[in-house]
């Protein structure tokens, strides 16, 4: 019914920059909030940044000036800019959103399938 779909990542070297992006479709409504997680190898996924559909943004702290995340509801896409990268990012990067399918109309979280990041030192 709803697909999410990443792209945008890649090998980079620390202290550069990547910019991800998640595109929704399918039988979409509308969509609440929409976020990237972070799985770095051999550890529990964690949340990176999520935003609102009225733009309000929260940020792990460990990302805390150098992420990014933001939003085109037009397009039902949310982006996420990380700059100064370090080794420590590496991991597989998936996006989340909150969404209220159009029919049957129910709300249920949905995830895509990742993006790998490597940041070599």
């Known amino acids: 019914q709803v697909q999410l779909v990443e792209s945008g990542g890649g090998v980079v070297q620390a202290g550069g920059s990547l910019r991800l992006s998640c595109a929704a479709s399918?039988?979409?409504?509308?969509?609440?909030?929409m976020g990237w997680y972070h799985q770095a190898p051999g550890k529990q996924r964690e949340l990176v940044a999520r935003?609102?559909?009225?733009?309000?943004?929260a940020y792990a702290e460990s990302v805390k000036g150098r992420f990014t995340i933001s939003r085109d509801n037009a397009k039902n896409t949310v982006y996420l800019q990380m700059n100064s990268l370090k080794p420590e990012d590496t991991g597989v990067y998936y996006c989340?959103?909150?969404?209220?399918?159009?029919?049957?109309?129910?709300?249920?979280?949905?995830w895509g399938k990742g993006t790998l990041v490597t940041v070599s030192s």
């Open positions: 989340n959103a909150d969404v209220v399918v159009s029919f049957p109309r129910y709300g249920r979280g949905f």
């Open positions: 399918g039988s979409i409504f509308s969509i609440n909030v």
């Open positions: 935003i609102t559909n009225g733009g309000n943004t």
